[in-house]
T-cell receptor
Framework: DGGITQSPKYLFRKEGQNVTLSCEQNLNHDAMYWYRQDPGQGLRLIYYSQIVNDFQKGDIAEGYSVSREKKESFPLTVTSAQKNPTAFYLC?????????????FGPGTRLTVT | QQPVQSPQAVILREGEDAVINCSSSKALYSVHWYRQKHGEAPVFLMILLKGGEQKGHEKISASFNEKKQQSSLYLTASQLSYSGTYFCGTLTGTASKLTFGTGTRLQVTL
């Protein structure tokens, strides 16, 4: 079955620790995205990548970092510099990053930092 | 800039119709519509490309008004399964990233 997997589903961390969220896709999609969602809010783009070894900042990249060493993988690191990291994080992919292609979303990781 | 969705929330009885609007201050190349159930990932509904084409998916359809830079999602004869939050995502100019609205929460009751 093709799709996007994110792990873990729930993650708890202490303040000051870096944490890495996993995102893997087997859809052979070129483009991958990370979004953050806060309660009652829309999706805000953190980073996106159109091809391997290249990525661009989204609207709220401060305090986050990513890598794209393999086509199928796009991990997100939430660093201690992120002031308010508790949120629901969604990874998505699409065939290409252009207007005509839908984005497929993973099940999400709910991160709680105390 | 984030598109504006209206209304913010709507409650319907099963079988009633609803319209959700998505407006942008920038020229739109495409509008994507997604539905998200509580605690789950958003699910794709449809894409509307520049050109004003109306699309349909069962009893859910949408239009794209290029002049007004607005898209509308039409839910006809709503079912309980339509409950959730509806998001529009817009692509503007040469940007290759979607910008999502803050969502419209739809609740369908018996």
């Amino acid at each position: 079955d093709g799709g996007i997997t994110q792990s873990p589903k729930y993650l708890f961390r202490k303040e000051g620790q870096n944490v890495t969220l996993s995102c893997e896709q087997n859809l052979n999609h070129d483009a991958m995205y990370w979004y953050r969602q806060d309660p009652g809010q829309g999706l805000r783009l953190i980073y996106y990548s159109q091809i391997v070894n290249d990525f661009q900042k989204g609207d709220i990249a401060e305090g986050y970092s990513v890598s794209r060493e393999k086509k199928e993988s796009f991990p997100l690191t939430v660093t201690s510099a992120q002031k308010n990291p508790t949120a629901f994080y969604l990874c998505a992919s699409s065939i290409l990053a252009s207007s005509g292609y839908e984005q497929y979303f993973g099940p999400g990781t709910r991160l709680t930092v105390t | 800039q984030q598109p504006v969705q209206s209304p913010q929330a709507v409650i319907l009885r099963e079988g009633e119709d609803a319209v959700i609007n998505c407006s942008s201050s920038k020229a739109l190349y495409s509008v994507h519509w997604y539905r998200q159930k509580h605690g789950e990932a958003p699910v794709f509904l449809m894409i509307l490309l520049k050109g004003g084409e109306q699309k349909g998916h069962e009893k859910i359809s949408a239009s794209f008004n290029e002049k007004k830079q607005q898209s509308s999602l039409y839910l006809t004869a709503s079912q309980l399964s339509y409950s959730g939050t509806y998001f529009c995502g817009t692509l503007t100019g040469t940007a290759s990233k979607l910008t999502f609205g803050t969502g419209t929460r739809l609740q369908v009751t018996l």
